[in-house]
């Protein structure tokens, strides 16, 4: 195998060094290892043939077997096209090309017997053809069965390099010896027992399958490899980082724990609320660097959770800082944490980019000689002059909107590094989070505290503006807020802007009576700021915002969420976004405006939201419609590794075998010291060496 890679892609029978740059540049294919694990997106069957009678709509790829009758040049410059009329003896298609029309007329002759393969389109009651694949027709061949189809660039199209192109070098590959000898680079046990096809005869069939059923072993073959692989990696480092990542002991629940659960705390912690603390209980008194992460919904008391374990820290001799991804939600924090620390006497401080200089150095001065007990901040936490006396905690909220060197910068405050606990309200599918987070250990809180009522979602077309404005103008007389959200997509910016701003301006000249906040992201931090606590403080009843409000911003009275073009966000945002309201006693609601034409996988994704408040059923069916390294916020969550067959969304039950396998396999070979873990250790090596598993210092 290592062979391959060190292969260079241009020596390969019809390469050369033109089409290796273009193969590099485009696709990453430098070696013949490379191109061998290019595998097809899709197959389609060619061992079929139709006739031009039997056309319809339902047909996406037909095969048929015919002869040219006419060729005739038509159009000129940019529209000039080569026609031909094509018959199988039951009825006659065109065929149209736009390209490459002078080598198709020498190539292409009347009378022959050719096979055509292509996608029919329908112009003008009449089915055409537009750049089929032409093979002259050999009786005594065979049928061709399935074929791969793969992804390539518009510029590869542009340079006549076709998927076709792409499979004849397959085939030029898989007939050089060394691919038909490769060893096999998992255990012949495993191999046994999972009822595996060799690695060799894998390859070939992902390629140029036999039959479907031999196309399905092999794709279960490749998908079981890569998880497995992936999960021996992540479970041998766990081993590794559970026996030498030492972490502070904190021995002890003391007086500022006890005092405020018992004397303080005005309401019942949930149960989930409950196991969620006995849990960091248990981590943080181990003698292992807790490293957890913590999952909960929108308003399901991750703050709260989050308060009382800084109290241990304190309660060990230690301090404690939370981090958040923006000012608004540092101050909500700070404003939260205050009233409940002040009443035990803890001191807390709120650093951001905001903070003078004076409060600064104050700031600064109190951490170091420890009189300060919590800190509150934003990415300012990780600045090199904010130095702590003995820090023991370090909690990071909302962590997917920190990049990692930010966060691993949080493991050198102190000489050991301190117990993490990070928080997110993205739900994560258990089949992402085993393998995004790695050596974290998850806890969810799946309860709302008690009072809270569900958020109703209703979808309305934009023929129901009216309809929708008279409704929020109810909930306004009854002294509620609303917000309405526009997107804002980069590609679109100007137009999105410019919406937002014609938005804003008819909210205001439909609800004349009521004052009306504005921001987006692009505004300047002090206007934004100010424009954000007018709605915060109940000055302003209507907030026209941009997604800069989908995390952080807790208002009780707001009680009304409409999300304008709701079809261009993905289901994770809308569900952040919904999660701005429902955090108050009332009966809180989510509009999403949507055009009426809109696609069949949109208006499923929209149909989700209106079933569902429990953001895991969400997170798994964002996860089924876009993929795993689609999700917000995956890629700088740690997702650091490309999956080429295996999908998570859909492979969860053979993630679940191939972890179990590692297990194994790692309780009888620790550090693949045994002949097969060798040739496995190799193999890592190779797959993992320029990649690096994040969730190590989240």
């Known amino acids: 195998m290592s062979d391959l890679r060190r292969m260079d892609i241009q020596y390969l029978t ?56 006419t060729f005739t040049v038509a159009g000129e410059g940019a529209r000039r096209r080569l026609q031909a009329l094509f018959t199988d003896g039951t009825g006659t298609i065109e065929v149209v090309w736009f390209h490459r029309i002078k080598p198709l007329q020498e190539q292409l ?26 093979d ?19 510029k590869l199209h542009s340079r006549s390099f076709s998927s076709r192109t792409l499979q004849k070098l397959m085939g030029n590959l898989l007939n050089t010896p060394i691919v038909a000898q490769i060893p096999d680079t998992l255990p012949e046990r495993i191999r046994v027992k999972r009822n595996l096809m060799p690695l060799a005869q894998a390859l070939r069939n992902m390629h140029q399958p036999n039959n479907v ?12 490899e890569e998880l497995f692989y992936l999960e021996l990696n992540i479970l041998r480092y766990i081993k590794g980082s559970n026996a030498k990542q030492q972490g502070f002991i904190f021995s002890r629940v003391g007086d500022h724990f006890n005092n405020f659960f018992f004397n303080v705390l005005s309401f019942e912690l949930t149960q989930a609320q409950k196991r969620v603390i006995r849990e960091m209980r248990r981590d943080m008194g181990s003698g292992r660097q807790m490293n957890r992460l913590l999952q909960g ?20 001799g230690f301090q404690a800082c939370i981090m958040a991804p923006t ?34 150095d104050k700031i600064h001065a109190a951490l170091r000689d420890g009189s300060l007990h919590i800190l509150i901040g934003t990415h300012a936490l990780i600045e090199n002059d904010v130095r702590f006396a003995n820090l023991g905690l370090a909690v990071i909220d909302e962590q997917h909107r920190f990049g990692v060197a930010q966060r691993a910068k949080l493991w050198h405050k102190n000489t050991i590094p301190p117990h993490v606990l990070v928080m997110t309200a993205t739900p994560i599918p258990r089949t992402l989070a085993m393998t995004v987070y790695g050596d974290l250990d998850v806890s969810v809180i799946d309860e709302l505290p008690p009072g809270r009522k569900p958020v109703t979602t209703m979808m309305k077309y ?44 008819l909210v205001q000249e439909t609800f004349p009576h009521y004052r009306v906040a504005y921001v987006h992201g692009r505004m300047k931090p002090a206007e934004k700021e100010h424009q954000m606590q007018l709605f915060v403080s109940g000055q302003a009843n209507i907030l026209v915002a941009t997604t800069v409000i989908e995390v952080g911003v807790n208002v009780p009275n707001a009680s009304i969420m409409v999300i304008e073009n709701a079809e261009r966000f993905g289901l994770s945002q809308l569900h952040q976004l919904r999660g701005r309201v429902g955090r108050g006693a009332d009966q809180s609601f989510c509009i999403l405006m949507t055009k009426y034409k809109i696609s069949g996988t949109t208006r499923h994704r929209l149909d989700v939201m209106t079933r569902t408040n429990d953001g895991f059923v969400v997170a798994e069916e964002d996860m089924k419609l876009r993929g795993p390294g689609d999700l917000e916020g995956t890629q700088q969550s740690g997702i650091a590794f490309n999956l080429r067959v295996a999908n998570l969304a859909r492979d969860g039950q053979i993630v679940q075998i191939a972890r179990e396998d590692a297990e194994q396999w790692l309780q009888h070979d620790p550090t693949l010291a045994s002949r097969e873990g060798r040739v496995m250790d190799t193999e890592l090596r190779h797959i993992f060496d320029k990649q690096e598993l994040w969730s190590r210092i989240s």
């Open 462 to 505: 934009d023929e129901n503006r009216q309809q929708m404005y008279r409704f929020v103008g109810e909930q306004l007389k009854l002294g509620r807020q609303a917000y309405i959200v526009y997107p804002l997509i980069e590609e679109n910016e100007k137009l999105d802007l410019r919406a937002l701003e014609e938005g804003y301006e």
């Open 213 to 224: 059923h031999d196309l399905q072993r092999a794709q279960f073959r490749m998908k079981y």
């Open 297 to 316: 919904d929108v308003g399901s008391g991750k703050t709260i959770v989050a308060f009382m374990a800084t109290l241990i820290a304190l309660d060990n």
């Open 327 to 360: 000012e608004i939600l540092a101050t909500q924090h700070h404003e939260t944490i205050s009233q409940w620390a002040a009443t035990i006497g803890i001191n807390v401080a709120l650093l951001t980019g905001s903070t003078r200089k004076k409060e600064r």
């Open 109 to 134: 002759r009347t009378g022959v017997e050719y096979l055509l393969f292509g996608k029919p389109q329908l112009f003008q009651n009449h089915y055409s053809l537009v750049h089929p694949e032409i």
């Open 14 to 69: 019809g390469v050369g060094p033109k089409r290796a740059e273009l193969l590099n540049k485009e696709l990453a294919i430098s070696t013949f290892h490379d191109l061998l694990y290019y595998f097809p997106f899709r197959y389609v069957d060619r061992s079929t043939i139709h006739h031009v009678s039997e056309l319809n709509g339902e047909l996406p790829h037909i095969q048929l077997k015919g002869r040219f009758f």
């Open 136 to 154: 002259e027709y050999k009786p005594n061949a065979g049928p061709q069965g399935l074929q791969g189809v793969y992804n390539l660039t518009e």
